[in-house]
């Protein structure tokens, strides 16, 4: 069975200074983590994601992620916090492409993530 | 990345009463998915749907309470059945990129049961 951890349910930063969204991640096989963020009344936009190649993923918006086997953890970074990036972000994970079988992704209970000016 | 769209984009039910929700993708795709997001939470994955063959539900999910079909590769439809209040919720689907498994969302279906 897979499942995520998201270890903070808001986390608030001023504008310019560094973003840091935590996950930790449980799965049976070597798993893909995805990073989504809905914005209000917006559907769900892909971030980025990890599948067993480069352990630091870098994705939209400046945003950036590194998979840690030895943590199971699959925190998501950025040096510098916009206005626009406030919403909410989604840590995932799959056992799909690795022989584990399970169907849909795996959300975690998302993280609010709000700027100050 | 595909192009979702979902039909209705919201509505307003009584309860007792079934919806249908339509989801059209701008390709040919194997897997589809349905999501549920109850208000300020996270989204929970109702079914699988793939073409040609029975739906396959998540736990605490049944058929006949959500009954889908995907006639072919870029159409499937959920039904919300026999509506009460708990399933006030916006409802999603989501398509596989068949080589990256990367999942693609439409906008959301918001449902609300008075």
């Known amino acids: 069975a897979q499942s995520v951890t998201q270890l903070d349910s808001h986390v608030s930063v001023s504008e310019g200074t560094p973003v840091l969204l935590r996950c930790n991640y449980s799965?049976?096989?070597?798993?893909?983590l995805f990073w989504y963020v809905q914005h209000p009344n917006k559907g769900l936009q892909l971030l980025l994601k990890y599948t067993s190649a480069a352990t630091l993923v870098k994705g939209i918006n400046g945003f950036e992620a590194e998979f840690k086997k030895s943590e199971t953890s699959f925190h998501l970074t950025k040096p510098s916090a916009h206005m626009s990036d406030a919403a909410e972000y989604f840590c995932v994970v799959s056992d799909r492409g690795s022989g584990g079988g399970a169907d849909g992704l795996t959300f975690g209970k998302g993280t609010h993530l709000i700027i100050q000016p | 990345s595909a192009v979702i769209s979902q039909k209705p984009s919201r509505d307003i039910c009584q309860r007792g009463t079934s919806l249908t929700i339509q989801c059209q993708v701008d390709?040919?795709?194997?897997?589809m998915f349905w999501y549920r997001q109850q208000p300020g939470q996270s989204l929970t994955l109702i079914a699988t749907?793939?073409?040609?063959?029975?739906?396959?539900?998540e736990s605490g999910f049944v058929i006949d309470k959500f009954p889908i079909s995907r006639p072919n590769l870029t159409f499937s439809t959920l039904t919300v059945s026999n509506m009460s209040p708990e399933d006030s919720s916006i409802y999603l689907c989501?398509?596989?990129?068949?080589?990256?498994?990367?999942?693609?969302f439409g906008p959301g279906t918001r449902l609300t049961v008075t």
């Open positions: 390709s040919q795709v194997t897997m």
């Open positions: 989501s398509v596989e990129d068949d080589s990256s498994y990367e999942q693609y």
């Open positions: 749907a793939n073409q040609g063959s029975e739906a396959t539900y």
């Open positions: 799965s049976s096989y070597s798993p893909s």
